[in-house]
């Protein structure tokens, strides 16, 4: 039952973020649509989107750049805890993450951060 909610609340959410195909067939797995919803009810989504770089990269892109990297794991969930510019500046223009460490718990932002890089494994 709880499992069915969190499916139906993933995607009410991506609908609301005008997410594709691809994005609703990743919905349909239960970890990814646990992930999404941690991400939505954190704020990530209010900069990101799985497809396309809003303020902050496409989570796609990041999963490419980074998908033959084994430090990228640690790397991106310190990167999420303290924020920062500079990886991307070429797509956000320089606009900077704000840390997370205070607000989201390290067992979440390791959720969405093995999310990100399932995207392009
Ligand atoms: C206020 C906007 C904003 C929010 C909220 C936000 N991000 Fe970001 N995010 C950015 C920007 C801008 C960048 C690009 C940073 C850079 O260029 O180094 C980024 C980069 C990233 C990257 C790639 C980092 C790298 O160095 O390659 C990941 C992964 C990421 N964000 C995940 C998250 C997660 C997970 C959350 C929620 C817990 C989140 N973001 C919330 C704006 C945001």
Redesign the pocket.
């Known amino acids: 039952m709880v499992r069915v909610f969190f499916i139906i609340f993933a995607i009410c959410g991506l609908i609301a973020c005008g997410v594709d195909d691809t994005t609703m067939k990743i919905a349909g797995d239960k970890n990814a649509a646990s992930a999404l919803s ?2 939505r009810a ?7 989107n799985v497809n396309n770089s809003i ?3 496409a ?1 796609s892109l ?1 999963s490419e ?2 998908k033959d990297s084994p430090d990228a794991r640690a ?2 969930i310190e ?2 805890k303290l ?7 070429d ?2 223009g ?5 840390p ?1 460490e205070k ?2 718990s390290h067992a ?2 390791a959720q ?2 093995d999310f ?1 890089l399932a995207l392009k494994k």
């Open positions: 941690i991400a954190n704020g990530c989504m209010n900069c990101h303020i902050g990269p989570w990041v750049r980074y790397y991106l990167k999420v924020g920062g510019n500079g990886a991307w500046n797509i956000t320089g606009a900077k993450m704000p997370h607000r989201v979440h932002i969405i951060v990100i």
